[in-house]
T-cell receptor, first 113, second 110 residues
């Protein structure tokens, strides 16, 4: 199946810092989604992207659909303690069927006091 | 409130037993999905259903079974044939381009 490479695997940052993470694929995707998962909970959809070059914000979060259609980026500005969690990218490849999304392995965001 | 519910939150099973995990949604979504999550791993698709009375195997369907008798419900049975069932199980529903997840069930085999 398709593989999504998500990086970095972990991030240790100070409160107030900006955060950047990305997701890449070897093939073209026509949808990119970003989720956040708190420990012991289900992932929550943060941002959905449907068009190459699209830039979408949700509060302090901004995500972009890469123009090559093989990558996506998520930025968090001015991080706060409740941003801690695992961030997953997910996507649907071009020509993909109805069998669900392909997920990255997640970026663990840890905020140091 | 609209959403997806899963029950129970925690489930313990003895080896050799079948267990059924519940998933209900009131979002009027046609599609429903079951994923398995292991530590340090992404989500892996077990089964999915696009319409009532129809479902398809995902990437890791061996040892699992599902039914889709109602649009709102998509229960997952973890059978004794599943070699390593201890994991976090997530149900989702959605449209083709988006999926929304329930809170998950953590299954532990004793």
């Amino acid at each position: 199946g398709q593989q999504l490479n998500q990086s970095p695997q972990s991030m240790f940052i100070q409160e107030g810092e900006d955060v950047s993470m990305n997701c890449t694929s070897s093939s073209i995707f026509n949808t990119w989604l970003w989720y956040k998962q708190d420990p012991g909970e289900g992932p929550v959809l943060l941002i959905a992207l449907y068009k190459a070059g699209e830039l979408t914000s949700n509060g302090r979060l901004t995500a972009q659909f890469g123009i090559t259609r093989k990558d996506s980026f998520l930025n968090i500005s001015a991080s706060i303690p409740s941003d801690v969690g695992i961030y997953f990218c997910a996507g649907r490849p071009l020509g993909g069927g109805a069998d669900g999304l392909t997920f990255g392995k997640g970026t663990h965001l840890i905020i140091q006091p | 409130d609209g959403g997806i519910t899963q029950s129970p939150k925690y489930l313990f099973r003895k080896e050799g037993q079948n267990v059924t995990l519940s998933c209900e949604q009131n979002l009027n979504h046609d599609a429903m999905y079951w994923y398995r999550q292991d530590p340090g791993q992404g989500l892996r698709l077990i089964y999915y259903s696009q319409i009532v009375n129809d479902f398809q195997k995902g990437d890791i369907a061996e040892g699992y079974s599902v039914s889709r008798e109602k649009k709102e419900s998509f229960p997952l049975t973890v059978t004794s044939a599943q070699k390593n069932p201890t994991a976090f199980y997530l149900c989702a529903s959605g449209r083709l381009w988006e999926q929304f997840f329930g809170p998950g069930t953590r299954l532990t085999v004793l």
